[in-house]
């Protein structure tokens, strides 16, 4: 194990370096406060490991992104988004049997309790359905016990129900009746199905949508530590049971900087339509930081080259709209937004690329999927994600500690809280 130096107020400390399987190395400095009476500061945790962690390796730098070390074009383009959930929860791809074992019971537990239904009743129409995902989320706590027997089968019932969950949203918001799952299709199918289909009528999930669906899935599912996911690893470290941890990473997931960006992007690109499609007027204004607006769906803390999901995705909005026939304008737009800003100073010199939100977006437009429902999707692809990381945690040989970091303290210091007498407001 190699060793970093610190020298400060006259000594000098030895900090160990850990170094993980691909060769990313950081100083471990676990035990500078009590040796030295110094903490690091580091807002947004842009420079801090929060944990070490084999389910997901990023290099930003290279564009390169493995999930349990198989890069994700490979993934992408071979697996089902079932086979992934596996993966990334429980490390290792799954035998055929395991899989088939796995899928069974994912599809058995989709149905949801018949007394969850009336929760949708209460929801005025308009309410956001991520607002109803974290609430619903919650609520699964309230029907099924946290107890170690019963952990594996959570995991499932919310992976399970998520889908059928999310549906439900989405039916509760146009007034329509709920679709019941029906176990015999594929998970993207089935969660299409439960969106589209009218009782009155037959409903074929379109095979491209479908595969379409599972891509976007995969990409999605894992991404390291993001704001979400430190905020499932975060509350899990209080021992909080994993519904409750599910639902604050769906709050976390929520804003318009992370999961967001997507349902960002399409307001941003409609809004720019509708003023003429003039992007050269509203890229000055980005670029001039004017009113904090920025390009939604360019930029990440950690892709510093490209966004191979952004990558992958290009291709397949591409290959969406030739095989259905369709056109979109906004797809258009994207594109030669995308074209401008990559020639530009201002974005060439902050490494700004397009992420995975640019265009999934038009992609979910595409099939029918409301924009308000974009982030619910994210939701469900980043879902194993989320409960590989917690379960990892969990299971530290290491053992884990409650997330508590330190601040500088910047206030008032001390000073007389002055008695002004007993007089009562
Ligand atoms: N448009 C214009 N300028 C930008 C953008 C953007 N999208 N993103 C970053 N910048 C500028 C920023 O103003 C700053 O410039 P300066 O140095 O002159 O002050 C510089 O680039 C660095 O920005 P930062 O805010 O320090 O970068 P960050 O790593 O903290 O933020 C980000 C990363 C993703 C929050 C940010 O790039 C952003 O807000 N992008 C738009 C929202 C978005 O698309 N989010 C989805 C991320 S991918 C899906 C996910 O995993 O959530």
Known sequence: M????????GKEYELSVVEGSEGEKGVDIQNLRRDSGLVTLDPGYGNTASCESAITFIDGEKGILHYRGYPIDQVA???RFTEVCYLL???ERPTPEQLA???ARMTKHTLLHEDMKKFYEGYPPGAHPMAIMAAMVASLSTFYPDTEEELERNIIRVLAKSKTLAAFAFKKSIGHPFIYPRNDLSWPANFLRMMFAVPAEDYEVPKVYEEAMNMLLI????????CSTSTMRMVGSSEANLFASI??????LWGPRHGGANQAVIEMLEQIQAAGGDYETFLDKVKKG????RLMGFGHRVYKNFDPRAKLLKEQADAIFEKMGIHDPLLDLAKRIEERALSDEYFIKRKLYPNVDFYSGIIYRAMGIPTEMFTVMFVLGRLPGWIAHWMEQRNDPK???IHRPRQIYTGATLREFEDRGTLLL
């Open 2 to 9: 190699s060793q970093a130096r610190l020298i400060y107020g």
């Open 77 to 79: 383009t071979r697996a």
């Open 89 to 91: 929860i429980y490390g």
């Open 101 to 103: 074992d796995f899928r």
């Open 219 to 226: 990409l999605h599912a894992d991404h390291e530590q993001n």
């Open 247 to 252: 639902s604050a990473a769906i709050c976390g």
């Open 290 to 293: 004017e009113d904090g607006v």
């Open 399 to 401: 053992g884990y500690r």
